[in-house]
């Protein structure tokens, strides 16, 4: 069983900044990400990182400003958002993936965390 515990939400005007935090206890992950939810559209997958190499993905509207990174040794994971934009507000989830394979979809991922809330003023 895992655990994961999203910090860092927050409101915050066009052009700031905000970083995410999720703590992960139990098991060990394969790999992590974020992804997010705005009323009326689809979850999107933000971005993700392999727990063990490192290697991380983008969503094309996040490339440039916000950064995945992730600490082994406390089991955390952060995301550095930058030049934040209206649109990029959301509900923030972190995912983890305990069992390998895939780490594209949201189906691949088999723990939540209950969201943290985003909001960029114009």
């Known amino acids: 069983q895992v655990q994961l515990v999203e910090s860092g939400g927050g409101s915050v005007q066009a052009g700031g900044s905000l970083r995410l935090s999720c703590a992960a206890s139990?098991?060990?992950?394969?790999?992590m990400a974020w992804f997010r939810q705005a009323p009326g559209k689809e979850r999107e997958r933000v971005a993700r990182?392999?727990?063990?190499?490192?290697?991380?993905y983008y969503a094309d509207s996040v490339k440039g400003r916000f950064t995945i990174s992730r600490d082994n040794a406390k089991n955390t994971m952060h995301l550095q958002m930058n030049s934040l934009k209206p649109e990029d507000t959301a509900m923030y989830y972190c995912?983890?993936?305990?069992?390998?394979?895939?780490?594209?979809?949201?189906?691949?991922?088999?723990?939540w965390g209950q969201g943290t809330q985003v909001t960029v003023s114009s």
């Open positions: 990182i392999y727990t063990g190499s490192g290697n991380t």
């Open positions: 139990g098991y060990s992950t394969y790999c």
């Open positions: 995912a983890a993936n305990t069992r390998g394979g895939y780490c594209y979809t949201g189906a691949d991922f088999n723990y």
